[in-house]
């Protein structure tokens, strides 16, 4: 199972924080990522994490103000998110490859697990 949390009201330029925790499994193996879905658009791969050897990747639209990492420790992948703008607003889920150590792309088919989401609203 994968939980996310952090999410909410945020005022244009503000930060949060994501949180994907993991329970009953490992998110050592396989690459983990973030994507965003809004109402009546399709679900948008942000950023991945390999867990292999750490290497990230970022969506143009994100990158310079989204920074995603891992606590092995703690099972948990963050997402920070800064300068946030009004169209970062939408879910946002957290999902473990099915096969992939590294990542190579954002299909969300190619994610097995998945996390409920959670709501980003930025807005003044």
């Known amino acids: 199972q994968l939980v996310e949390s952090g999410g909410g009201l945020v005022q244009p330029g503000g930060s949060l924080r994501l949180s994907c925790v993991a329970s009953?499994?490992?998110?050592?193996?396989?690459?983990i990522a973030w994507f965003r879905q809004v109402p009546g658009k399709e679900r948008e791969g942000v950023s991945c994490i390999s867990t292999r050897d750490g290497s990230t990747d970022y969506a143009d639209s994100v990158k310079g103000r989204f920074t995603i990492s891992r606590d092995n420790a703690k099972n948990t992948v963050y997402l920070q998110m800064n300068s946030l703008r009004p169209e970062d607003t939408a879910v946002y889920y957290c999902?473990?490859?099915?096969?992939?150590?590294?990542?190579?792309?954002?299909?969300?088919?190619?994610?097995?697990?998945w996390g409920q989401g959670t709501q980003v609203t930025v807005s003044s």
């Open positions: 999902a473990l490859a099915r096969q992939n150590y590294y990542c190579t792309n954002y299909v969300p088919s190619e994610y097995g697990y």
């Open positions: 009953g499994f490992s998110l050592g193996y396989f690459a």
